[in-house]
Protein backbone atom coordinates (compact mmCIF):
# COMPACT_ATOMS: atom_id res chain seq x y z
CA UNK A 1 0.00 0.00 0.00
CA UNK A 2 1.78 3.36 -0.92
CA UNK A 3 0.49 5.71 1.96
CA UNK A 4 0.61 9.63 0.79
CA UNK A 5 2.87 10.62 3.53
CA UNK A 6 6.38 12.65 3.41
CA UNK A 7 8.78 12.49 6.18
CA UNK A 8 10.23 15.48 6.11
CA UNK A 9 13.21 15.05 7.90
CA UNK A 10 14.45 18.85 8.90
CA UNK A 11 18.20 19.08 10.32
CA UNK A 12 19.02 15.78 9.86
CA UNK A 13 22.72 14.65 9.72
CA UNK A 14 24.14 12.42 7.37
CA UNK A 15 26.00 10.02 9.63
CA UNK A 16 21.68 9.31 11.09
CA UNK A 17 20.44 9.59 7.55
CA UNK A 18 20.69 5.35 7.10
CA UNK A 19 18.98 4.47 10.43
CA UNK A 20 16.45 6.98 10.55
CA UNK A 21 15.66 6.28 6.74
CA UNK A 22 15.26 2.54 7.83
CA UNK A 23 13.03 2.98 10.64
CA UNK A 24 10.73 5.41 7.95
CA UNK A 25 10.54 2.28 5.74
CA UNK A 26 10.03 -0.03 8.26
CA UNK A 27 6.88 1.89 9.87
CA UNK A 28 5.35 1.94 5.99
CA UNK A 29 6.83 5.65 5.13
CA UNK A 30 8.36 5.24 1.36
CA UNK A 31 8.01 9.23 0.96
CA UNK A 32 11.14 10.94 2.20
CA UNK A 33 12.64 14.82 2.08
CA UNK A 34 15.50 16.37 3.02
CA UNK A 35 15.38 19.75 3.35
CA UNK A 36 18.27 21.55 1.36
CA UNK A 37 18.74 23.92 4.83
CA UNK A 38 19.60 20.94 6.34
CA UNK A 39 23.00 20.17 7.45
CA UNK A 40 25.40 19.20 4.33
CA UNK A 41 21.82 17.74 2.79
CA UNK A 42 22.92 16.24 -0.38
CA UNK A 43 25.34 13.78 2.07
CA UNK A 44 22.22 12.77 3.28
CA UNK A 45 20.51 12.47 0.05
CA UNK A 46 23.00 10.59 -1.73
CA UNK A 47 23.67 7.60 1.55
CA UNK A 48 19.33 7.18 1.37
CA UNK A 49 19.60 7.15 -2.32
CA UNK A 50 22.19 4.68 -2.75
CA UNK A 51 20.97 2.38 0.57
CA UNK A 52 16.67 2.71 -0.04
CA UNK A 53 16.43 4.26 -3.67
CA UNK A 54 14.89 1.08 -4.89
CA UNK A 55 12.61 0.88 -1.18
CA UNK A 56 11.26 5.01 -0.95
CA UNK A 57 11.10 7.63 -2.66
CA UNK A 58 13.44 9.67 -1.49
CA UNK A 59 14.01 13.75 -2.66
CA UNK A 60 14.68 17.11 -0.99
CA UNK A 61 12.77 19.66 0.41
CA UNK A 62 13.18 23.91 0.11
CA UNK A 63 14.78 23.20 -3.19
CA UNK A 64 14.53 27.33 -4.50
CA UNK A 65 16.89 26.38 -7.42
CA UNK A 66 17.23 25.20 -11.00
CA UNK A 67 21.18 24.79 -10.22
CA UNK A 68 19.29 22.48 -7.21
CA UNK A 69 17.53 20.58 -9.18
CA UNK A 70 19.98 19.35 -11.85
CA UNK A 71 22.20 18.30 -8.56
CA UNK A 72 19.63 16.34 -7.42
CA UNK A 73 19.04 14.64 -10.48
CA UNK A 74 22.33 13.73 -11.12
CA UNK A 75 22.41 11.91 -7.52
CA UNK A 76 18.87 10.27 -8.68
CA UNK A 77 16.97 11.49 -6.58
CA UNK A 78 12.92 11.12 -6.96
CA UNK A 79 11.44 14.24 -6.08
CA UNK A 80 11.62 17.74 -5.61
CA UNK A 81 9.39 20.14 -2.73
CA UNK A 82 9.69 23.49 -2.06
CA UNK A 83 7.76 25.97 -0.10
CA UNK A 84 7.12 28.26 -3.51
CA UNK A 85 5.79 27.56 -7.14
CA UNK A 86 8.53 28.95 -8.78
CA UNK A 87 7.55 27.65 -12.42
CA UNK A 88 11.71 27.10 -13.34
CA UNK A 89 12.06 24.62 -10.53
CA UNK A 90 8.80 22.96 -11.93
CA UNK A 91 10.09 22.40 -15.25
CA UNK A 92 13.20 21.37 -14.44
CA UNK A 93 12.30 19.26 -11.99
CA UNK A 94 9.98 17.60 -14.84
CA UNK A 95 12.55 17.90 -17.67
CA UNK A 96 14.67 15.59 -15.44
CA UNK A 97 11.85 12.92 -14.25
CA UNK A 98 11.50 13.71 -11.30
CA UNK A 99 8.13 14.56 -8.87
CA UNK A 100 7.46 18.15 -8.59
CA UNK A 101 5.62 19.33 -5.36
CA UNK A 102 5.40 22.87 -5.30
CA UNK A 103 4.13 24.90 -2.10
CA UNK A 104 0.88 27.06 -2.53
CA UNK A 105 -1.80 28.68 -0.79
CA UNK A 106 -3.74 30.32 -3.25
CA UNK A 107 -5.87 29.78 -6.84
CA UNK A 108 -3.57 32.19 -8.16
CA UNK A 109 -0.61 30.01 -6.86
CA UNK A 110 -2.02 26.76 -7.52
CA UNK A 111 -3.21 26.62 -11.12
CA UNK A 112 0.20 28.27 -11.82
CA UNK A 113 1.80 25.51 -10.62
CA UNK A 114 -0.45 22.74 -12.50
CA UNK A 115 0.18 24.70 -16.06
CA UNK A 116 4.07 24.35 -14.88
CA UNK A 117 3.80 20.55 -14.90
CA UNK A 118 3.29 20.39 -11.26
CA UNK A 119 2.32 16.71 -9.45
CA UNK A 120 1.01 17.53 -6.65
CA UNK A 121 -0.05 20.75 -4.95
CA UNK A 122 1.56 21.44 -1.31
CA UNK A 123 -0.76 23.51 0.56
CA UNK A 124 1.78 25.38 3.21
CA UNK A 125 1.06 26.26 6.00
CA UNK A 126 -2.07 24.28 5.68
CA UNK A 127 -2.75 25.40 9.28
CA UNK A 128 -3.10 28.84 8.20
CA UNK A 129 -5.54 27.80 4.84
CA UNK A 130 -7.54 26.01 7.45
CA UNK A 131 -9.92 23.31 6.54
CA UNK A 132 -12.79 25.67 5.26
CA UNK A 133 -10.32 27.63 2.81
CA UNK A 134 -9.09 24.15 1.28
CA UNK A 135 -12.46 22.87 0.94
CA UNK A 136 -13.39 25.59 -1.12
CA UNK A 137 -9.92 26.31 -3.25
CA UNK A 138 -10.05 22.64 -3.76
CA UNK A 139 -13.39 22.87 -4.82
CA UNK A 140 -11.91 24.70 -8.36
CA UNK A 141 -9.21 22.44 -8.56
CA UNK A 142 -9.09 19.67 -11.67
CA UNK A 143 -11.00 16.74 -9.32
CA UNK A 144 -7.53 14.96 -10.20
CA UNK A 145 -5.40 16.98 -8.43
CA UNK A 146 -3.32 15.30 -5.92
CA UNK A 147 -2.66 17.64 -2.70
CA UNK A 148 -0.76 17.78 0.34
CA UNK A 149 -1.14 19.16 3.46
CA UNK A 150 2.01 20.48 4.98
CA UNK A 151 3.06 22.81 8.28
CA UNK A 152 0.59 22.53 11.60
CA UNK A 153 -1.58 19.29 9.88
CA UNK A 154 -0.79 16.27 12.43
CA UNK A 155 -2.03 12.87 12.79
CA UNK A 156 -4.88 14.21 14.98
CA UNK A 157 -6.46 15.89 11.93
CA UNK A 158 -5.83 13.55 9.37
CA UNK A 159 -9.38 12.06 9.66
CA UNK A 160 -10.77 15.80 9.18
CA UNK A 161 -8.35 16.65 5.87
CA UNK A 162 -9.07 13.66 4.08
CA UNK A 163 -12.78 13.74 4.88
CA UNK A 164 -12.26 17.35 3.14
CA UNK A 165 -10.57 15.68 0.22
CA UNK A 166 -6.67 15.68 0.66
CA UNK A 167 -4.74 13.42 -0.70
CA UNK A 168 -1.88 13.39 1.86
CA UNK A 169 0.54 15.17 4.29
CA UNK A 170 3.99 16.15 4.99
CA UNK A 171 4.82 15.81 8.12
CA UNK A 172 8.13 17.46 9.54
CA UNK A 173 8.40 17.53 13.75
CA UNK A 174 5.56 14.93 14.20
CA UNK A 175 7.97 12.39 12.87
CA UNK A 176 11.27 14.03 13.07
CA UNK A 177 13.12 16.35 15.53
CA UNK A 178 17.14 16.82 15.10
CA UNK A 179 18.49 14.46 17.41
CA UNK A 180 15.90 12.32 17.65
CA UNK A 181 16.88 8.60 17.51
CA UNK A 182 16.32 5.86 14.95
CA UNK A 183 13.52 4.27 17.68
CA UNK A 184 11.98 7.34 18.58
CA UNK A 185 11.38 7.88 14.90
CA UNK A 186 10.13 4.35 14.38
CA UNK A 187 7.60 5.14 16.96
CA UNK A 188 6.12 8.44 15.66
CA UNK A 189 6.27 7.15 12.29
CA UNK A 190 3.98 4.54 13.39
CA UNK A 191 1.52 6.09 14.99
CA UNK A 192 1.35 8.25 11.62
CA UNK A 193 0.57 5.35 10.30
CA UNK A 194 -1.89 3.44 12.18
CA UNK A 195 -3.50 7.17 12.23
CA UNK A 196 -3.37 7.00 8.17
CA UNK A 197 -4.54 4.06 7.90
CA UNK A 198 -7.24 4.33 10.30
CA UNK A 199 -8.51 7.43 8.38
CA UNK A 200 -8.38 6.41 4.97
CA UNK A 201 -10.71 3.49 5.82
Not at 161 to 188: C, Q, R
Amino acid sequence: MSREIIAILRGIQPDEAIAITDALIHAGITKIEVPLNSPNPFDSIAQMISHAGDRALIGAGTVLTVEAVDRLADMGAGMVVSPDANPDVIAATKRHGMLSYPGVLTPTEAFAALRAGADGLKFFPAFKLGLDGFKALSAVLPPETATYAVGGVGPDEFAEWIGAGITGFGLGSNVYKPGHTADEVAKAATRIVTAFDKATK
